[in-house]
C-alpha cells in the first residue's frame, strides 16, 4: 500500500468518530436547531423544540461537545449551546479533498 493511500486511510479512521456523531437523528437535529440560533440556547429551549427528554438532550449535546461540534457558554447558571462545526467540517473535507485526489489521479 502507498504511503498516499495510507495516509487517507489514517483520515478516514480520524473521521470515524465524527460520522457516528453525525449519524444519530436526534443530533442532527439539535446541531441544525443550534445553526438557527447563532446566540445559543439551553437545555430547556431545545427541549421545547425537540421531543427528546432534558437528560437526553444533556447527553447528546456531550457527546456533540466531545466531538467538536458544538460549544457553550456559561450564563449566569445556564449554558448555552451553540454550532461550533469549524474543526470537524475542516476535518471531513480534508478526507474527502484526499479521496477525490486519489480517484482523479488513477
Do not use: W
Not at 437523528?25 to 447563532?38: C, D, G, V, Y
Not at 445559543?40 to 447527553?59: E, Q, T
Request: glycine share 2%; proline share 3%; net charge positive.
Amino acid at each position: 500500500m502507498s504511503q498516499e493511500i495510507e495516509q487517507i486511510m489514517q483520515q478516514f479512521k480520524a473521521c470515524i468518530p465524527l460520522l457516528d456523531v453525525l449519524r444519530d437523528e436526534n443530533r442532527q437535529a439539535i446541531i441544525l436547531l443550534l445553526a438557527q440560533h447563532k446566540s445559543g440556547l439551553n437545555v430547556n429551549a431545545i427541549a421545547d423544540r425537540i421531543n427528546l427528554s432534558r437528560p437526553a438532550i444533556s447527553h447528546h449535546l456531550k457527546v456533540l461537545k466531545q466531538s467538536g461540534f458544538v460549544s457553550y457558554e456559561k450564563k449566569n447558571v445556564e449554558n448555552y449551546y451553540a454550532v461550533t462545526l469549524r474543526q470537524p467540517l475542516e476535518q471531513l473535507k480534508s478526507l474527502i479533498a484526499a479521496v477525490e485526489a486519489q480517484c482523479t489521479s488513477s
